[in-house]
């Protein structure tokens, strides 16, 4: 609990009703001090919440970094009283010489707040099948074409399309069985033609070379991949590398969307995106680990060549010392892991996460409080 105290002091020549008088009025006019403080408490609060849903993030990404399980903690309310006290006194001096008798009055105001928080634990059988069920093709599309990071969002919520597929968000210790240099670069090239094939989507959705189209077939939705016909020469060269680079029949503009990749007809795209829990999994790998956590054994090398490390659109340092000028930062095992203000991509990525995440998360309405602590 925090008090701010403010104090009046009156003189007054004359009768001490006159002083009391001023008093009143110098009590009703502290009345107004809580609605004052709305509009500041308001933005504190908000800016509160969104710094900690960045920390938690971050967290429980380099949680899954050295293979633990992420862990989310909701705000499910905040209750803030204000408390006031006030004292006031009077008193008089009489000047028996003959001069002129004074009265004074003093008034004490004493502002406290009082927040409540309540935290819920955001698990249960509906959160844990949307963290593991993949996102549906058409959000996907659907969020590309009204604005949001295209390129950033297939990059990390796609896992195939066409004949090209992303890195894969698993440990490299599935790869011990294979020549592992000759693995890792079948993954970097595979994740350049995925990257680019990716870039010409995001080009070819800004010129609204395509569009998503949910048909209802015998009461069920199918979700078509439409291009546009009578293209202007540019876009339709585009078109036409896209579909060269997915493998797709070039005399055909209209395909229906599959997550099938074997069988697939001449008229199918096979499209298969990743669920929330493969999408922080696969940021997870952009996570600076400390040598010595390495040489310890605490997590795994994903072996990723420094030369090619940007194609992870996420990468969070890490360092013995508090960060000057971080974007974001948490510390977890002695080390301090945080994003630059200036690595734009990986803000974006993690502002993705975030938002997909907020879509996800059930409501906690209805929800008994878990645990209430006051703050002050």
């Known amino acids: 609990m925090k008090f701010i105290e403010n104090q009046a002091v009156v003189k007054q020549k004359g009768l001490p009703a006159i002083s009391l008088l001023t008093l009143v009025f110098l009590m009703a006019g502290c009345a107004g001090v809580g609605p004052r403080h709305v509009p500041q408490d308001r933005f504190e609060y908000n800016q509160a919440l969104a710094e900690s849903s960045r920390h938690q993030m971050l967290l429980n990404l380099v949680r899954i970094r050295y293979l633990e399980e992420p862990a989310f903690l909701s705000v499910s309310s905040i209750l803030?009283?204000?408390?006031?006290?006030?004292?006031?006194?009077?008193?008089?001096?009489?000047?028996?010489?003959?001069?002129?008798?004074?009265?004074?009055?003093?008034?004490?105001?004493?502002?406290g707040e009082r927040p409540t928080i309540t935290y819920i634990?955001?698990?249960?059988?509906?959160?844990?099948?949307?963290?593991?069920?993949?996102?549906?093709?058409?959000?996907?599309?659907?969020?590309?074409?009204?604005?949001?990071?295209?390129?950033?969002?297939?990059?990390?919520?796609?896992?195939?399309?066409?004949?090209v597929e992303n890195m894969g968000f698993e440990p490299v210790t599935a790869w011990r069985i294979f020549d592992l240099p000759a693995k890792l670069k079948q993954e970097v090239d595979k994740l350049k033609k995925f990257q680019h094939a990716i870039k010409l989507l995001t080009i070819l959705a800004d010129v609204e070379g395509f569009e998503m189209r949910i048909v209802n077939e015998n009461g069920t939705d199918v979700a078509y991949l439409l291009f546009t016909n009578n293209a202007p020469v540019d876009t339709q060269s585009l078109i036409n590398e896209f579909k060269q680079a997915l493998g797709l029949s070039p005399h055909r503009n209209i395909f229906r969307i599959t997550d099938r990749v074997t069988d697939v007809k001449d008229d199918e795209i096979t499209v298969q995106t990743r669920s929330l829990g493969a999408m922080m999994a696969f940021l997870a790998k952009g996570v600076e680990v400390p040598p010595d956590?390495?040489?310890?054994g605490r997590t795994i090398d994903y072996?990723?060549?420094?030369?090619?490390?940007?194609?992870?659109?996420?990468?969070?340092?890490?360092?013995?010392?508090?960060?000057?000028?971080a974007f974001a930062a948490v510390k977890y095992e002695g080390y301090w892991f945080y994003i630059n203000h200036n690595d734009i991509e990986s803000k974006r990525s993690l502002g993705l996460v975030i938002a997909i995440f907020r879509i996800l998360a059930p409501s906690t309405g209805g929800v008994a409080p878990v645990l209430t602590l006051p703050s002050g």
């Open 80 to 111: 803030t009283q204000y408390v006031y006290d006030v004292g006031a006194g009077v008193g008089t001096d009489v000047d028996l010489g003959g001069g002129t008798d004074t009265a004074s009055a003093n008034a004490n105001l004493r502002y």
């Open 121 to 163: 634990p955001i698990e249960g059988r509906e959160f844990s099948e949307h963290m593991l069920s993949a996102i549906p093709p058409e959000t996907i599309f659907a969020a590309a074409q009204q604005g949001w990071s295209a390129d950033i969002l297939m990059r990390i919520g796609i896992n195939r399309i066409g004949n």
């Open 293 to 296: 956590h390495l040489a310890e």
């Open 303 to 325: 072996l990723i060549p420094t030369t090619e490390k940007d194609l992870i659109p996420f990468r969070m340092i890490s360092s013995e010392q508090p960060p000057v000028d």
